[in-house]
């Protein structure tokens, strides 16, 4: 689901690299059956903003679905074992239970595959020092797939003409656009089905030139929801990957515009569904009560009051974002609060804050004990998960906070020898929420039969 505004830039460099890359497309002979002309898949993606800049990006581009790998990998039988490997580096959690990040690197050989997990742990460390990554990072689990290059680097670093041979065909200079870190999608999904499950993809180029890019359309075969690609030793290119996830996991829109590009002066549309952005003033997004009335008036983490502030949505007029300058606009800064509270939501559309570790598909008896795993929540807002406990659904309240309730416990109520369900609800009542719809979502269930 894109974005209702999404639309390539209108920069004249990127409509001549867009034609070139259709250009060099083959077919079209000039007798006989009509050839089907090859031309390769498109995809959109983001194009990062410049490195001495602020702004978080710079609109996006449509670029081949294939990378700049020349061959099929020739990788000797020492490297092929290597290759695939998956190992979980972050999280203990049932994959059904978490937000499963997938890091793929490209450009590493089969001997830099430790500088490899080294770097996919740094990033880690990148997005969790920013809010709400820092307070829900028990909700993940981060796993890296190995992928052996038969060259140490990517493309078109440093120069525009370097190739080299690598797993995932990255290359910079995609669209003619020279920190526009493209890849091969075919190949990295090839590595991400190798791990258990993948909500969010990585790719790390082995690389410490500025780059990066957004794949922000959910994967119909394997379930993601987009792939940011980062150089793995550029900090800049850290904060890229983390604006990407705004866009696939918050599904929120841009908040910068373009001064002075044609088409982009004034938003004259209806009102889009973002979250984020609107056509609305303050005074009428408080009274009509939409998009983050909530949070007007309030000190944003990325500074100043959350209002309504001109631009957004690539457009300099017509249309409003809730705070002058969050990582949705610039590079480096928090999320504002309406944006946290979308992370949030994007968050528990993939974990669970109660996982069972007492199967339920059994009933408890006597000498059963019905135990779950709750995760411990870190950062400036943690603890907020509460633990509650019903039999026949009624609460008992002296149980509430615990993660393991014997059987023995219960044994008063059981008397009858019927069969009861017992059940523990796990919710999070965080501040960092206020739309009853999202906080209903922050919630989850377990049941037992119980008998004795
Ligand atoms: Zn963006």
Not at 46 to 64: D, M, N, R
Not at 228 to 240: F, H, L, R, Y
Request: hydrophobic content about 35%.
């Amino acid at each position: 689901m894109r974005p209702a505004l999404r639309r390539a830039m209108t920069a004249a460099g990127v409509a001549t690299a867009v034609t070139a890359v259709l250009a060099t497309a083959p077919g079209s002979a000039a007798a006989g059956p009509a050839p089907v002309p090859a031309v390769p898949a498109l995809v959109e993606v983001e194009i990062p903003g410049p490195e001495h800049g602020t702004v978080a990006g710079s609109g996006h581009i449509e670029v081949p679905q294939r990378g700049k790998s020349r061959t099929a990998p020739r990788l000797s039988a020492a490297e092929k074992s290597k290759d695939g490997a998956v190992t979980r580096i972050v999280g203990d959690g049932s994959t059904a239970d978490r937000v499963d990040i997938v890091v793929v690197g490209d450009g590493y050989t089969a001997d830099q595959l430790a500088d490899f997990h080294a770097d996919a742990r740094e990033k880690w460390a990148e997005l969790t020092a920013v809010e709400p990554y820092t307070t829900y990072r028990e909700l993940f689990n981060v796993w890296t797939v190995d992928a052996v290059s038969n060259q140490t680097g990517v493309s078109g670093d440093p120069d525009k003409g370097t190739v080299r041979d690598t797993a995932l065909g990255s290359y910079f200079w995609c669209g003619d656009i020279e920190r526009l870190l493209c890849v091969d999608e075919k190949k990295v999904d090839g590595y991400v089905a190798k791990a258990p499950e993948a909500d969010l993809v990585l790719v790390l180029a082995n690389s410490a030139k500025y780059g990066g890019a957004g794949y922000n359309q959910p994967s119909a075969t394997l379930g993601y929801e987009g792939i940011a690609t980062a150089s793995a030793n550029n900090e800049k290119s850290g904060q890229v990957a983390i604006h990407e996830t705004g866009h696939s996991l918050g599904k929120l829109a841009d908040e910068y515009f373009y001064p002075g590009y044609p088409g982009y002066e004034r938003y004259t549309g209806a009102e889009p569904a973002d979250s984020n952005i609107s056509t609305l003033s303050a005074a009428d997004i408080g009274r009509q009560r939409v998009k983050w009335h909530r949070w007007l008036g309030e000190t944003s983490p990325d500074g100043g009051t959350i209002g309504a502030f001109e631009g957004g949505g690539y457009f300099v007029a017509g249309l409003n974002r809730p705070t002058d300058n969050s990582l949705m606009r610039s590079n480096g800064k928090p999320f504002n609060l309406p944006g946290v509270e979308a992370m949030i939501a994007g968050f528990y559309r993939h974990a669970k804050p109660v996982t069972a570790l007492t199967p339920t598909d059994r009933t408890l008896r006597l000498r059963s004990t019905a135990k779950v795993a709750v995760p411990r929540l870190t950062g400036a807002d943690g603890r907020q998960l509460r633990v509650r406990w019903h039999l026949d659904g009624k609460e008992l309240k002296h149980l509430a906070g615990r993660t393991e309730v014997p059987v023995t416990k219960l044994t008063k109520r059981l008397l009858d020898l019927r069969s009861h369900t017992l059940t523990v609800t796990v919710d999070d009542r965080t501040r960092a929420v206020r739309d009853p719809k999202i906080a209903a979502t922050l919630k989850s269930t377990v049941s037992w039969k119980v008998r004795l």
